[in-house]
């Protein structure tokens, strides 16, 4: 349970403040009738005494425009944001980020990134981080019995075949001869079982990374449609 001092600390309190991001738009009829609106609504203010800022220019139908987006504040190191409670006090909800606090005292300026760049730096950290301790507690642990760690490898370095009698084949040939790979090795001479690429693997990476690239593009289009 986090401790009710950290949740209304004011460093652990602070929030993003992005950098507004400007958009640039071509003007159709609907814009336009929502820019005419916002121009009648503003000098409806001024009248009042009530406007800020400057009065929106009209636009008209196929000129290019510019919209801005000031992105909402959030919490940067709580999960679930802030609230106030009913004596004014400003709580941190939620878990506290103990990665994005490790990316601040680094030197990262967290303030000004969007709550979703903080996001991704804190899912990329959630990734890293258990590999760099299983590496770091391999280096400290017993290790298994070689005979059986060769023949595990062996197996998965081993191509699968579509034929059922060619691939028992292959494989009894690693069983026998578990170093059969071992001049493929990456970082020979070390215990990385990392094996060089071939033809196969790099156009296998290459279709995955076009696909995958090709998804987020056809999201990117979906959310930005309308403007």
């Known amino acids: 349970m986090v401790n009710s001092g950290l949740r209304t600390s004011p460093y652990l309190l602070r929030q993003t403040d992005p950098e507004p991001v400007e958009r640039q738009y071509t003007a159709r009829e609907m814009d336009v009738q929502i820019r005419d609106e916002k121009i009648t609504q503003w000098d409806k203010l001024t009248l009042e005494g009530k406007s800020s800022g400057k009065r929106p220019e009209p636009i008209e139908v196929g000129q290019i425009f510019t919209k801005v ?15 106030v409670d009913k004596n004014g006090q400003a709580r941190g909800q939620g878990m506290l980020n ?10 990262a300026d967290l303030s000004k990134m969007s709550y979703a760049m903080n996001e991704t730096l804190r899912l990329l950290s959630r990734i890293i981080l258990p590999f760099l301790v299983m590496i ?42 578990p ?30 990374f076009v696909i995958a690239f ?11 449609l309308g403007g």
Request: hydrophobic share 40%; glycine share 2%.
């Open 179 to 208: 170093h059969r790979f071992d001049h493929l090795k990456m970082f020979p001479n070390t215990k990385w079982e990392f094996c060089q690429w071939d033809r196969e693997d790099i156009v296998g990476f290459s279709v995955s």
């Open 214 to 224: 090709a998804i987020i593009g056809f999201l990117y289009v979906l959310v930005n």
């Open 69 to 83: 987006y000031q992105q909402p504040r959030k919490s940067i190191f709580w999960t679930e944001d802030i609230q």
């Open 136 to 177: 770091v507690v391999s280096y400290f642990s017993k290790e298994d019995n070689k005979e059986a760690l060769d023949r595990f490898f062996v197996k998965m370095k081993t191509k699968v075949k579509a034929d059922r009698a060619a691939d028992q084949q292959q494989l009894q040939l690693s069983y026998d001869n």
């Open 98 to 107: 103990i990665t994005l606090i490790l990316y601040e005292k680094l030197g």
